[in-house]
């Protein structure tokens, strides 16, 4: 299958639509500004409420004429190039395919799809998935949600994600005394990528104990070489920290815990920093867009620039394991994996899947900054005016993937079930198969990825069911169709994982949605979440959050939300609970607890269907982020997942 790479076949055709949204633009951008002008956020109000000066109504009287005036002046301009434009949506593309093409070592090595199957039988691959809801709609529709400049918001959510991912990942190997095994701990540092020089592959080997390891910073010279600075304390015994080449699958004997730092090369081809919207004001000492330079007091591994050596560009990693508790949470004694409510996104992400990127521009721009970590982005998905699914569609579906993997096919679906404001834009599925390794006989080795949005009307559940009969009827005939490459004597691909990613719109806790929670989608695929309909995991938080609290300065920034939402009492004042959970009392007076923590309607879900039979699919990580806090109405949600082939390790 050939990716669209423009949304028109010939370049008569892009010139025409050019034009037509050239004549359309001024008067939507007008249009929309009016609408804008009568919406304000609280972030809004309250400058506005400390400014004596500020008369709301009276910019409303002065502004509203203007633009009426303006709309009425470009209303025929807009009239012909509508008359242009939507004949021509019958013969667009559904997609826009984006492949940064610059030639990386780094980006070769991890995205490699040549890689053999011979690199990772015996331990593993491991992938890691994101989903998010970044509400990029037009400026006026964004603001029914507390939101504004959203041309500003897409800019910042693509660097704030390239930047996260960017980050090195840390892996502590301790070797319990109780269990003779190795158990590996994954979590992700702080590390900013603008740092200078290329953080390599290192262990560190500890000896002694786990009592033993205390704070012990790292420097390292933009040249390479590392040196280590043991530090002192007067509360622990301390022990230095010894670099050496110890593969991290044949510990050293004498240690008791074992560090590994791998990191991604940082693209030198970000872009200067612009004005920051109000939705991305930190305070200093934040780290959400990781260009502070002190990092998270909660982390386990800290950034730090040394001041005295700023033209060596030192570099400094401390690993604590002290504060490891406050981090990350342990698995349960029922769980398999481990799970976080992180302050950044995972570092070495492979798969992002956002919803709500409708507004064009605003696609534009989170494209171009998501270019600076992954090499294959496909956006401006769906279809426009009568085309294909329903009544005249003003909005795309909105959907975006972006992937470090080569991307060989892909497909687009629309929902043709769409009701009420839903029906306007073009909601669906976008199916997406990447190629993520080969055997020794050049067998290709793929993965698929469902991307969807579901119906939002609360009501409507029979409509989100039914959307979700497509979703998995539209996801076997898409691997159906793909399963092998062009030509009749290729052998079958060999599938790694099929995972699907989305804004589900429904949760697992309200009763308003147990035809949902019922669905047959669950009995084949997994959802790491959930323990059954109607029931959550303990650890589980909601996704949804409160858009009238965006702006208070307890979630203002990613640490503070992270650690409203690692506190019960926190998470009551900012989550969005299931409809049949608020506050009450029951007939004998007694007040009702909340159950659950909050609505859940983003979700990551696998299934082991379809895969090689001897193949298996395990979690390693499940996460919640919060460093998209100011910029969305949803907490993203990560999963990391390791395939192993079954064969033990020799």
Known sequence: MVLHTSPFSSAFLRFLH???????????????????????????????????????????????PLY????????????????????????????IYSEWGRADKNRAEQGNAGTTINDWKASGKSFCFCSANVCLLPDSLARFNNLSDTQGRAKEVGKRISNGASRPQIKIYIDSPTNTSISAVSFTSLVSPQGGGEVPNKVASVAGGVRSMSLTEYKHESNGEAEKEPEESSSSNLQGLEQENTPLNEPDSASGVQISISAPVPSNEQEPEDGQTPNDKLKEGDSGSLDSRTASRDSLVKFHISDSNAVNNKLVYRASMIKKASVRKRRHADDCFDHEISAFFPAN???LCLQEVFDKRAAEKLKNQLHHYFQHVIYDVGCYAWKGCGPFKFLNSGLLLASRYPILDASYRCFPNGRGEDALAAKGALFVKVHVGSTPQDQR?????????????????????????LLVVW???????????????????????????????????????????????????KDPCRVGPGEDKPWVVG??????????EEVSSPENLQKIMENEEGRKEYLVYPTNKNHGSNRKGRKIPLKGSGRRIDYILYTEEGLQPEWKVDIEEFSFITQLAGLTDHLPVSMRLTVSTGEEEP
């Open 18 to 64: 050019s034009l037509s949204w050239g004549l359309i633009f001024p008067c939507f951008w007008l249009f929309d500004r009016l609408l804008a002008s009568f919406l304000a956020t609280t972030y809004e109000k309250r400058q506005h409420s400390e400014d004596p000066c500020y008369s709301r109504a009276l910019c409303i009287l002065i502004s509203t």
């Open 475 to 525: 996801q076997s005939e898409f691997i159906k169709s793909t399963s092998r490459p062009a030509g009749a004597d290729s052998p079958e691909d060999m599938v790694a994982f099929n995972v699907i990613c989305g804004d589900l719109n429904f949760d697992n806790c309200s009763s308003e949605d147990k035809l949902e929670q019922q669905h047959s989608l669950f009995t084949r695929y």
């Open 543 to 552: 996704t949804l959050l409160d858009s009238s609290g965006l702006y208070n």
């Open 349 to 351: 992400l492979d798969f």
């Open 445 to 469: 080795i793929v993965g698929y990825i469902s991307c969807t949005h579901l119906h939002a009307s609360a009501a409507d559940c029979v409509v989100r069911c039914e959307q979700l009969d």
């Open 68 to 95: 009426l005036a303006l709309v009425v002046a470009t209303l025929p301009f807009a009239f012909l190039g509508f008359l242009l434009w939507a004949p021509l949506q019958a013969v667009r593309r559904p997609y």
